[in-house]
């Protein structure tokens, strides 16, 4: 589809110089030369707006896409869609029921980023579902772009925000199992829920991001990975394109990833080249274990053009465009080792 996509958008420079032509000449096109072109066109046009977001969180990006068609912002869309996510309580990697840190206490990182390059973010957030909701907050009513633990907190509940316990029962009980041997090591692909990263293109080409996350199980109280740093778990440029990580974000913030897939793509690469390249720069590394450990980068050109990769099998990336929605497995780099 993408390469389709691209050879009608080019054909749309040839339709009009067709046009133009036609007129010069006085020639009279038929019906149906009109209405081969009007197809080209109107297919080209179908290509924005988009979403896509990392994982099968279909849920997400058919509200993302819900708020885009009712004409709404692509910010609106990026909040509203990650808002899906952090109130599930089933998924224990955002938001409300996610796992707690070694001390039992859920932390919440998330952020925010707009086609005009601004940005919010909180780290270490306590107490409040929609960390991404929060984080638009920084972005929109304070000259900063990141807030930390308490005083993200209390920033919150000044705007209107209610403190509930995020903590569930059901995490509360896995918790507590892992107490037993407090054993600390990446899980690949959990259950294939992890952060949800975010990005929607609108109709006009403006695009948008967001990430949230409630980071590594178990973690070391205070660990803050990659989501919520801009340019670490999240980029957007508005004349390039923007990407979003997932995995553990260690190794994510060591290439400050996102940027680096933006960057590429800003240098001619295709959204799925650059998300290749950005993979091997991780696995390339020296004394990199990256077989014990997963990384996966989506991304998004002006073009309306998608794409994804990872290291291990079985990541997927969740789109909506032209109306359809559909969950795409992505290549990955082991498969090349295998």
Not at 30 to 46: F, M, R
Not at 53 to 60: G, K, P, R, S, V
Not at 199 to 227: E, F, H, P, Q, W
Request: proline share 2%.
């Amino acid at each position: 589809m993408k390469r389709r996509n691209f050879i009608k958008n080019a054909s749309l420079s040839g339709v009009g110089l067709a046009i133009g032509t036609a007129l010069t000449n006085c020639t009279n096109k038929t019906s149906e030369d009109s209405q081969k072109e009007k197809s080209i066109v109107t297919t080209a046009k179908k290509s924005l707006p988009l979403v896509i977001a990392t994982w099968n969180f279909h849920n997400a990006t058919s509200k993302a896409w819900e708020t885009l068609q009712s004409g709404k912002s692509a910010l609106d869309a990026i909040e509203q869609g990650c808002m899906v996510e952090e109130a599930d309580v089933k998924n224990v990697t955002v938001g409300k029921g996610a796992l707690p840190d070694r001390d039992g206490n859920v932390t919440l990182d998330a952020c925010i980023m707009n086609s005009k390059g601004d940005c919010g973010s909180v780290v270490y957030l306590q107490n409040i579902t929609h960390a991404i909701s929060v984080a638009r907050k920084v972005m929109e009513d304070t000259p900063h772009v990141m807030l930390a633990g308490k005083g993200a907190e209390q920033f919150a509940y000044e705007k209107g925000f209610k403190k509930e316990n995020l903590l569930t029962e059901s995490s509360k009980k896995a918790w507590e199992e892992w107490k037993v041997k407090s054993e600390y090591k990446p899980i690949i692909n959990i259950e294939n829920h992890d952060t949800i990263g975010m990005l929607t293109v609108d109709k006009n080409g403006d695009i948008c991001g967001g990430c949230t996350t409630s980071g590594l199980a178990y973690k070391m109280a205070g660990r803050v990975g990659d989501s919520p740093i801009i340019g670490a778990g999240l980029f957007v440029d508005n004349e390039v394109g923007g990407a979003v990580a997932t995995g553990l974000g260690e190794e994510v913030a060591k290439t400050v990833g996102s940027f680096l897939v933006v960057e590429l793509m800003r240098q001619g690469k295709t959204p799925q080249e650059a998300c290749e390249e950005a993979i091997k720069r991780i696995v390339s590394k020296p004394n990199s274990n990256y077989k014990d450990f997963q990384v996966a980068y989506i991304a998004v050109n002006k073009k309306g053009e998608t794409g994804s990769y990872s290291i291990h099998k079985n990541f997927s990336m969740s789109k909506v465009q032209d109306g359809k929605s559909e969950n795409i497995q992505s290549d990955y780099f082991l498969k090349e080792k295998e």
